[in-house]
């Protein structure tokens, strides 16, 4: 396809994420993250730690979600539970995960 570079999925995939109310859903958002992962494998082998990295996020995020998928919805009630029961800054956290996915 002409025109067609390894962003495409991702650029499409951006106009999914946000709610009506503008909130950022879990599942478009951690849909986009995956379409990233063929981009980084295009820097080649010195960057699997990188991949790696972000698809153990991605899978972080994408269990809790699966947890409970009305209740995780939005990634702000992801954020909201782990602040109230204050794991929110553990290295192993939801809110961890996504702190370095956003990066």
């Avoid at 859903?25 to 972000?54: N, R, T, W, Y």
Wanted: charged share 20%; aromatic share 8%.
């Amino acid at each position: 396809m002409e025109g067609t570079t390894v962003f495409a999925p991702a650029i499409e995939g951006i106009k999914t994420v946000k709610s009506d109310q503008g909130e950022i859903m879990s599942q478009p958002f951690l849909e986009v993250c995956k379409h990233i992962l063929p981009v980084i494998d295009k820097f080649g082998a010195a960057m699997a730690l990188v991949k790696s990295d972000i698809g153990g996020n991605i899978s972080r995020l994408e269990s809790k979600y699966a947890s409970n998928p009305s209740r995780f919805n939005y990634l702000y009630s992801l954020v909201q539970v782990e602040v109230e029961t204050k794991t929110a800054k553990s290295s192993s956290s939801c809110t961890n995960g996504l702190l370095w996915l956003t990066r």
